[in-house]
Antibody, heavy 122, light 107 residues
């Protein structure tokens, strides 16, 4: 059973860089896409970015200028950096596997981490 | 961007009720539509993908249908563990994946 676990600071100061990692266990990071999704308290879900195990990336255009996603296959991990954070970046951050199957319509987030709450505050 | 609009935003129901949630896309997305369930303090859980395919291990009382721009999630007979928030998500436009605003199913 694939499991994902987020890690990183729970508190980040405004204007600084938020850095999170996601460790994949119970399966290989190879052959899949991996993603970050966030959810502000009491609000809906926002997709941030995804990365292929080969390093190819895709970003939400509304966040692209501040976000970097990367993968480390040797560690079975992938990471997220969000620069110049503000209070609007306060959210639960989830890592997830973005499974792109060969069937029509078959692109979905099938495994999720438990989430890590990041608060932006001085 | 493809906007996903869910209705209703919340609903009250009882155990045993049939519940239907609608998700509309701002443009056609074929069958690239997924449904997730989220319980308080937990990560979302995939219920249905490709509009109507039940994810492994999900009870058969969950049913998804639709294509193009209009989709529905139906819970045929609500059980106590089904009280949660439900989100739809389109994966047609991979430059920007988007979620609906959520439907809170409460007692």
């Amino acid at each position: 059973q694939v499991q994902l676990q987020e890690s990183g600071p729970g508190l980040v100061k405004p204007s600084e860089t938020l850095s999170l990692s996601c460790t994949v266990s119970g399966g290989s990071i190879n052959n899949y896409y991996w993603s970050w999704i966030r959810q502000p308290p009491g609000k809906g879900l926002e997709w941030i970015a995804y990365v292929h195990y080969t390093g190819g990336t895709n970003y939400n255009p509304s966040l692209k200028s501040r976000v970097t996603i990367s993968v480390d296959t040797a560690k079975n991990q992938f990471s997220l950096k969000v620069s110049a954070v503000t209070a609007a970046d306060t959210a639960m951050y989830y890592c997830a596997r973005f499974n792109i199957t060969g069937i029509k319509g078959g692109r979905f987030f099938d495994y999720w981490g438990q989430g890590t709450l990041v608060t932006v505050s001085s | 961007d493809i906007q996903m609009t869910q209705s209703p935003s919340s609903l009250s129901a009882s155990v045993g009720d049939r519940v239907t949630i609608t998700c509309r896309a701002s443009q056609t997305i074929s069958n690239y539509l997924n449904w997730y369930q989220q319980k308080p303090g937990k990560a979302p859980k995939l219920l249905i993908y490709a509009a109507s395919t039940l994810q492994a291990g999900v009870p058969s009382r969950f049913n998804g249908s639709g294509s193009g721009t209009e989709f529905t999630l139906t819970i045929t007979s609500l059980t106590p563990e089904d009280f949660a928030i439900y989100f739809c998500q389109q994966s047609y436009s991979t430059p920007k994946l988007t979620f609906g605003g959520g439907t809170n199913v409460e007692i």
